[in-house]
């Protein structure tokens, strides 16, 4: 049998950026926060292309140059070791956006499939044993949780960054697992079943696309939120160690120096603000991409 | 006859109402004529879409923020609500007009027990201050009059604690703590069983018939429109096609679409032939020209592609917005 | 017309549910047939367990106690313990396609989904086709298939569901109120396309609804059930011609008609008060005493049984004890 105007895989998604497109650009605060993160991933990416001064990213001392206010040359101006505060905030949204990108790879998979399970099976064992061992997780002060990691472990920034994968993944699994139970009986999911589907095509091709709007709403607000935490660490001296140029580390070195020299500390929180308020308007745009 | 010689309490005259979206403008109310007499009971119907609703939403001027009101007049006692200030509306809203909507929920605040709520309402709605024993005689009154059972437990009831029905009439006695003069009621029983539908129904008609209400009642159930109202307007795409005596109307329709809204509905006799309306309500973005039902119409003719029919008065005070009955 | 033969028997099926505050007698001594080719309704409130029942005869719950035997085979266990035959043969419609079709898939794949899990299709070409075929069975066009649910009318979605639900080529299909989330033009359009469905393929209907002018219509057999329990069964014209239950002439008295004529068969002895109590505590003796316009002393002790009235008419009143009433 002919079906008239066959519809090609290309044309149909085609079709959904269109639609997903417009309810995200409806708000243009949305937009901008698109265009912000964006930008820190073209900065985070090409730092060594766009840094006037790349080699002062690592260690570099040039006292001559120490602690100079934002001038053409240096429009961030320079640190207590001479380092071109610019260039050092430059290779920062690297290591921030390494630190948001390891950590949500892969507290998102893990935490979302937790949840799930949890959620589809819920009120069996297999529910209780994930939900409890995710509560205790959440229970914990997340700072604590840190400290103990990092104490145990020694202050780096890849033990910065199991400390907060660790303390993270509990909130997809609650999450998932919420959103998972209220689609859990609806008719859609029980036709399914009964049509014959197994538990893990229920789970995936049933469910899982129904609920991937508050996961990836979540996702885009946290990468704001775990660069946020991470220069925490590191401003506490539990991240990223000198002379890496962590944003929070950058701060915590810059204090030092306020309030006389404050493009030091300045910059780097700038930046940081910067970072988490794009995101924060794109997570706001991904929302309204789910919601009818 | 109908309500043309009852004094009129509100009259609408050519509402039109589009809505914006991404595709373009919808034309949605194409000019609704409508008017209600002082103690009538007026009933609306017509599909999903027809822009029963939307009517509705106009008069209280509570219309979703990319809707826009392109013309018309809402009088209500010579009033234009349409271009009344903010002040004077509220006071309509506060103490003179009502609405009831399809989820008693909507209404309810669920942290507040419903004696909170009823009296937050009746003060409100009081000319003066009342004192707390005066308020709370009507509050007892009211839940009452909507015939609650054991109305100290209903008083002191969180909104989830009551049944679908008891939630229905408690937003009933709300709104007659408000409703002075008009009650809009929105599909107020679509949810419930139907014997609970027929007990409010009733209650509503005996309650209005009391106090002397006027009442709206907005249903796609013809059934409903007729057992609880006076006289009964046909909605089809954004225009009353007809208008006639609750009672009548069905009996011995005119509009070509009332004709087949009646045949499409089911009966208790037996006989019915399921065939449903050809087609779909016509996409807003470019309504049909002339009558909006010609492209369903079993009788179209050229003159209804090109030019909206008048209402035409017809003998048993029954109105027709159709070319059929037009007589040169 | 439907023939003689039963094709699902509920025999004295009972479900309850223990709950952490009591216990919840959804259905409680059911029993009924349905016959090959007919369309049997189940009428009541909600809380009378007249979807409970429906969903037991699924397998979406096995029943408590009791037997449901579908063509002999005892199917009173959950899905997934029945024969592969015995679930695509019983097949469900949903009240409201707006959740009973997945938000995120095509069309497509949600009328393909019994075909690919139950792998009775080779490829994607070969699911095209059948879906076409499928949609075409429910008068739709082929190209709904790359529309999303959101993009479709209410009576379109419903007609995606029946599709769906003809994709196991079933030949006993639960209708759990079809059409009561429809307006009157898509619910005459649904109607009409389940009788020819039926007509064509000699489907059997189990038909749950409260609505008692699509039952008199459609149905051939009718049960009327209150508070977990059968109070008035028999043939449709029967029960309509001669309602004799009280709870049946409160059901048929607020019944929302539109013409004189309907009015004419309304009864007027029985005016609609009261709501349906809790089924954690039936009310003792007859469950409907509590609203019962003639109810007499021994209805708050004794439960009544279910007795024939008529011929193939049964009712379960006190009223009714020797002499069967007719008006």
Known sequence: MAIAGRVTRRQLVMESL??????????????????????????????????????????????????????????????????DVFSRVLFGFRFSLKLAGVVLSIVIPVGVLLGLVAGYYRGRILDMAIMRVADIFIAVPPLVLALAITSLLGPSLVNAMIAVTLMWWPWYTRLTYNVVSSVRNEPFVIAAELAGAKPLRVMFREILPVIVGPILTKATLDVGWVILIGAALSFVGLGAQPPTPDLGTMVAEGIKYMPEYWWISIFPA???????LGFNLLGDGVRDMFTE | MAGEKK?????IRDLKVNYKVYKGTLKVLNGVELRVGKGERIGLVGESGSGKTTTLKSILRILPYNASIEDGRILYKGIDLLRADERVLNEVRRREIAMIFQDP????????????????????????????????????????????????????????????????????????????????????????????QDQIL??????????????????????????????????????????????????????PYTQLLVETAPKLTGNWNPRGVPGRIPDYLNPPPGCRFHTRCPFAEQICREKKPPMIAVEGGKRVRCWLYYKR | MAGRDPILRVERVKKYFKLSVGTVRAVDDVSFDVREGETFALVGESGSG????????????????????????????????RPAWVKREIQIVFQDPGTSLNPAKYVKDIVALPLVVNRLVEDSREIEERVARLLEAVELPPDIMYRKPRDLGGGEKQAVAIARAL??????????????????????????????????RRLSYLLITHDLSIVRNIATRVAVMYLGKIVEIGPVEKIFKNPLHPYTRMLLAAAPVILREEEELLPRDVIPVGEIPSAMNPPPGCRFHTRCPFVMDECRKIEPKLLEAEPGHYVSCHLYKEQPVSQ
């Open chain 2, 7 to 11: 004094e009129a309490l509100l009259e």
């Open chain 3, 50 to 81: 007249k979807t409970t029942t429906g969903y037991m005869i699924m397998g979406i719950y096995a029943p408590t106690s009791g037997r449901i035997l579908y063509k002999g085979t005892d199917i009173s266990v959950p899905a997934h313990k």
């Open chain 1, 270 to 276: 700038l930046a940081i603000a910067y970072i988490i």
């Open chain 3, 167 to 200: 994709a196991a080529e079933p030949r006993f299909i639960v209708l759990d109120e079809p059409t009561s989330a429809l307006d009157v033009s898509a619910q005459a359009k649904i109607v009409s396309l389940l009788m020819r469905l039926q007509r064509e």
């Open chain 1, 18 to 83: 269109r639609r997903y497109w417009f309810k995200f650009s409806r708000s243009k605060l949305s937009v901008v926060g698109l265009a912000i993160s964006l930008s820190t991933i073209v900065i985070a990416v090409f730092a060594e292309y766009l840094a006037p001064y790349p080699e002062h990213a690592g260690f570099y001392i040039s006292f001559e140059d120490a602690l100079q206010p934002p001038s053409w040359e240096h429009p961030f101006g320079t640190d207590e070791y001479g380092r």
């Open chain 2, 202 to 255: 009733r209650l509503l008609a005996d309650l209005t018939m009391k106090r002397n209400l006027s009442v709206i009642l907005v249903s796609h159930a013809l059934g409903m429109v007729r057992k609880m109202t006076d006289r009964t307007y046909v909605m089809y795409a954004g225009d009353i096609v007809e208008e006639g005596d609750s009672g009548e109307i069905f009996e011995n329709p005119l509009h």
């Open chain 2, 105 to 196: 929920m909507a209404a309810l605040n669920p942290v507040f027990k419903v004696r909170d709520q009823l009296y937050d309402i009746i003060k409100e709605s009081a000319r003066g201050k009342l004192a707390k024993e005066e308020i709370e005689e009507i509050a007892y009154r009211l839940l009452k009059e909507v015939r609650l059972p054991d109305v100290e437990r209903v008083m002191d009831s969180y909104p989830f604690q009551l049944s679908g029905g008891m939630r229905q009439r408690v937003v009933i006695a709300m709104a007659l703590a408000s409703a002075r003069e008009l009650l809009l009621a929105d599909e107020p029983t679509t949810n419930l069983d139907v014997t609970i």
